[in-house]
């Protein structure tokens, strides 16, 4: 499988930053990018899916819960470098950890997989 050009722009975006967060033009092309919404949707099932609800949407009965990701006052309210940030350095006084171990690409994939759940997004029910 070769890689298409607006990726590898998109890998020089990133990388060219000196190792800070990725540009807003990396940001924009990874939620705009279906190729990254599919990766990020298997990297929730994975990793965010115990908390989150397999459909983004888990409600549970603690003082502070988690976001629903489909619901448009969240979609409209988080850029995706709020998203970027949340996800890479978790939410403190909460139980969502940091995943900065996961690295860049795998980060943005998860932020491309959130912001493409609000309306619109089919939700399955499992």
């Known amino acids: 499988m070769?890689?298409?050009l607006p990726v590898a722009l998109s890998g020089l975006l990133?990388?060219?930053?000196g190792?800070?967060?990725p540009t807003d033009a990396a940001l924009n092309e990874a939620v705009a990018s279906p190729e990254a919404r599919a990766r990020g949707r298997v990297l929730f099932e994975d990793r965010c899916r115990q908390?989150?609800?397999?459909n983004?949407?888990?409600?549970?009965r603690g003082a502070r819960q988690p976001p629903d990701f489909n619901a448009a006052a969240w979609q409209q309210s988080r850029t995706p470098r709020m998203v970027y940030?949340?996800?890479r350095d978790g939410r403190p006084g909460t139980a969502m950890p940091g995943?900065?171990?996961?690295?860049?690409?795998?980060?943005?994939?998860?932020?491309a997989y959130l912001k493409s759940r609000g309306a619109g997004a089919r939700v399955t029910r499992q």
Do not use: F, I, Y
């Open 2 to 4: 070769t890689m298409g």
């Open 14 to 17: 990133l990388l060219g930053c």
């Open 19 to 21: 190792g800070g967060e």
């Open 51 to 54: 908390c989150h609800g397999p």
């Open 56 to 60: 983004a949407a888990q409600r549970t």
């Open 85 to 87: 940030r949340a996800v």
């Open 99 to 111: 995943w900065k171990s996961l690295g860049d690409r795998a980060l943005l994939d998860l932020v």
